[in-house]
């Protein structure tokens, strides 16, 4: 839609005198996936409740006037404001939501506290009303959902949030809420300053900012994406300021079987282990012979001894010339390349690397000549529990490996971590390799990718090209494309729209699968 068609149908929502097709044309569009830039523009600014109490001040004591010259007034009085240019700037969602669908004010009940904008999946307010968009949430409702999305904006401050299940909140007021479970992102205008979202463990008040609130059983963490916050004294523990780009956790965020559950949930992609063809991005996988430990050793012992980082680190640290160190392990059959997203729980026998050590834990070793889609600058993105190393020309340009990970040590490179961005196996969340500058010409590819010790590994590799402009969820993740060196067949592209699915239902992030960013296999 042309920016001016939207400034039309934002006026004549204004005036109160949009059509109701034009009032459908004007919402569909808000809730288009590339309609994000408007979104922000109009939840950032003031609320049309601001504006009709100030036609209210201008007016006098409505009882004096009837509703239908009321409304006459306050139109008139919009229809000034829009010629002086200050309420072009200054509408919300909510006044789209709350007022102009009927053409006239409503009763402060019937506003309630929130409104909910977009719901995907099924949410109730207090176990016994379906939501919808458009409904709205009063004071003291339990809203619940088990699976999905819902998207609110809260009455007067204009507050707007994104919350993801399995979601439990209790919406107190429009300048208040309390997280029992799930993650909330918010937004908070100008004159929404104060507002509070408290769980178990800690009050958190707003001082203009947008930030993510995290609830589980037993524990909250919440991260400030821009801005700055409160968090007020509870349980003891007293009150302090936190800003931009810092994270904080607060009782036990989760437990070990609620992280267990969330890989088990995940799909896994299958493998393909037909003899790669010359040319083709291919690699093994690595592990311990059955009994190759010569002592038994706790889980932990076996994570904190970290076999297999160890023993590939001579490869690594001589930019992959010194296999010395695979002398001796059990490998795998050969494995074409079909990128690195979902569970690995199955991994090991999928593969043919079973029987091995499953507590030595195993690491996959691609390498290969490849050559980008085109020149320019690219940098990677991802995770991995619990190795997970991209190196161009024998030179890490990529770690995405999980804390304990001893190859993470050795890499060397610059690393930022984004722990806004939805990650489920560290508080360090994504990371980020530095900008890499590339031609047209082939490089030379090593990727390891393994488990410490184990089979609950997960992981996912991504890759950004600069200047390219990609969707993004709702949560705010660009939705970069995963890293292939050959384009996915029906089946291949299936089983990642799966791990998709999954990601954006149960973990609120994604990813892409372009058929433009395909990396290209080349002969050595």
């Given amino acids: 839609m042309k920016p001016e068609r939207i400034d039309e149908l934002i006026q004549k929502c204004v005036l109160g005198i949009q059509t109701d097709s034009e009032a459908q044309e004007l919402s569909d569009h808000l809730e288009r996936d590339d309609s994000k830039a408007a979104r922000r523009k109009l939840r950032l600014a003031l609320k049309a409740d601001a504006y009709l109490q100030e036609a209210a001040a201008e007016l006098g004591d409505e009882s004096h006037g009837s509703e239908s010259t009321l409304a006459r007034k306050v139109t008139s009085l919009k229809r000034q404001l829009w010629t002086q240019g200050g309420i072009a700037a200054a509408i919300a969602i909510g006044f789209f939501?709350?007022?102009?669908?009927?053409?006239?004010?409503?009763?402060?009940?019937?506003?309630?506290?929130?409104?909910?904008?977009?719901?995907?999946?099924?949410?109730?307010?207090?176990?016994?009303?379906?939501?919808?968009?458009?409904?709205?949430?009063?004071?003291?409702?339990?809203?619940?959902?088990?699976?999905?999305?819902?998207?609110?904006?809260?009455?007067?401050?204009?507050?707007?949030?994104?919350?993801?299940?399995?979601?439990?909140?209790?919406?107190?007021?429009?300048?208040?809420?309390?997280?029992?479970?799930?993650?909330?992102k918010l937004t908070v205008p100008p004159q929404g300053i104060g507002f509070v979202v408290e769980t178990a463990e800690r009050e958190i008040t707003d001082l203009g900012t947008s930030f993510v609130v995290t609830a589980v059983a037993g524990g909250s963490k919440v991260f400030v994406l821009d801005g700055e916050i409160s968090l007020g004294k509870k349980n003891g523990i007293p009150a302090r300021l936190m800003r931009k780009g810092e994270i904080a956790h607060f009782g036990r965020l989760m437990k070990p079987q609620e992280l267990i559950r969330k890989v088990e949930d995940l799909p896994a992609l299958s493998l393909d282990t037909q003899t790669p063809s010359a040319g083709d991005f291919s690699g093994i996988v690595l592990g311990f012979e059955e009994g190759g430990l010569t002592q038994a050793l706790s889980q932990k012992e076996a994570s904190q001894a970290d076999f297999m980082g160890?023993?590939?680190?001579?490869?690594?640290?001589?930019?992959?010339?010194?296999?010395?160190?695979?002398?001796?392990?059990?490998?795998?059959?050969?494995?074409?390349?079909?990128?690195?997203?979902?569970?690995?729980?199955?991994?090991?026998?999928?593969?043919?690397?079973?029987?091995?050590?499953?507590?030595?834990?195993?690491?996959?070793?691609?390498?290969?000549?490849?050559?980008?889609?085109?020149?320019?600058?690219?940098?990677?993105?991802?995770?991995?529990?619990?190795?997970?190393?991209?190196?161009?020309?024998?030179?890490?340009?990529?770690?995405?490996?999980?804390?304990?990970?001893?190859?993470?040590?050795?890499?060397?490179?610059?690393?930022?971590?984004?722990?806004?961005?939805?990650?489920?196996?560290?508080?360090?969340?994504?990371?980020?390799?530095?900008?890499?500058?590339?031609?047209?010409?082939?490089?030379?590819?090593?990727?390891?990718?393994?488990?410490?010790?184990?089979n609950k590994s997960f992981g996912l590799l991504l890759v950004e090209r600069e200047g390219e402009a990609y969707a993004e969820t709702f949560w705010g993740q660009p939705k970069w494309p995963i890293f292939l060196t050959e384009a996915p067949n029906a089946s291949h592209r299936s089983e990642l729209e799966k791990i998709r699915d999954h990601m954006e239902k149960k973990l609120a992030g994604s990813f892409s699968v372009s058929s433009d960013s395909i990396w290209t296999a080349a002969s050595p």
């Fill in 97 to 184: 939501a709350w007022f102009f669908l009927s053409g006239a004010p409503r009763a402060e009940s019937e506003l309630g506290v929130a409104t909910v904008l977009r719901i995907e999946g099924q949410g109730l307010a207090n176990q016994d009303r379906t939501l919808a968009r458009g409904d709205a949430l009063q004071a003291g409702d339990e809203l619940k959902m088990e699976q999905g999305l819902v998207e609110l904006v809260f009455t007067d401050t204009g507050v707007h949030a994104i919350a993801t299940a399995p979601l439990f909140l209790t919406a107190n007021s429009s300048k208040r809420i309390f997280l029992h479970n799930g993650d909330v």
């Fill in 310 to 454: 160890k023993r590939i680190a001579p490869l690594l640290v001589s930019k992959f010339h010194d296999r010395s160190g695979l002398d001796g392990l059990r490998q795998s059959n050969p494995l074409r390349f079909g990128g690195i997203a979902g569970s690995y729980r199955q991994y090991p026998e999928k593969s043919g690397l079973t029987p091995y050590s499953a507590q030595a834990g195993w690491i996959t070793w691609y390498n290969g000549k490849v050559a980008p889609p085109s020149s320019g600058r690219y940098r990677f993105w991802g995770y991995a529990d619990n190795h997970l190393i991209v190196a161009i020309d024998g030179n890490p340009v990529f770690d995405g490996s999980r804390y304990d990970s001893s190859l993470r040590q050795l890499s060397g490179i610059i690393r930022e971590n984004h722990p806004d961005l939805p990650c489920i196996n560290a508080p360090a969340g994504f990371a980020s390799g530095p900008w890499i500058e590339l031609g047209d010409d082939s490089i030379q590819l090593d990727i390891l990718f393994g488990e410490l010790s184990g």
